[in-house]
């Protein structure tokens, strides 16, 4: 079992930052590819960034592509999501998700997850 919790969330205008933390329980968390979802509301959840376990490489929506940065800390069982320039179509509820030795094939499909945090809310003002 692997809990997830996110932080980071919060208030920012048009053309700023905020950085998502993810931090997961247990002992094998650099076996899990770790993604970052979006819901904003009225929406589907929809992918934002993944980083997958076996070689680190990432992967972005083109929507978040040139702007977002996930990252992870093996030490410290968390991974990151560093957001710059954001839009006011940002806005949402962020959620990380962890696959245990996923395939990269399936890192923008959230249902092949297996654990999910509770979300942290972004919102950019415009």
């Known amino acids: 079992q692997v809990q997830l919790v996110e932080s980071g969330g919060g208030l920012v205008q048009a053309g700023g930052s905020l950085r998502l933390s993810c931090a997961a329980s247990?002992?094998?968390?650099?076996?899990?590819?770790m993604g970052w979802f979006r819901q904003a509301p009225g929406k589907e959840r929809e992918f934002v960034a993944a980083?997958?376990?076996?070689?680190?490489?990432?992967y972005y929506a083109d929507s978040v592509k040139g702007r977002f940065t996930i990252s992870r800390d093996n030490a410290k069982n968390t991974v990151y999501l560093q957001m710059n320039s954001l839009k006011p179509e940002d806005t949402a509820v962020y959620y990380c998700?962890?696959?245990?030795?996923?395939?990269?094939?399936?890192?923008?499909?959230?249902?092949?997850?297996?654990?999910w945090g509770q979300g942290t809310q972004v919102t950019v003002s415009s």
């Open positions: 247990g002992r094998t968390f650099s076996s899990y590819s």
């Open positions: 980083i997958y376990w076996s070689d680190g490489n990432t």
């Open positions: 998700a962890a696959a245990l030795h996923s395939s990269r094939l399936i890192l923008q499909q959230g249902v092949r997850y297996d654990y």
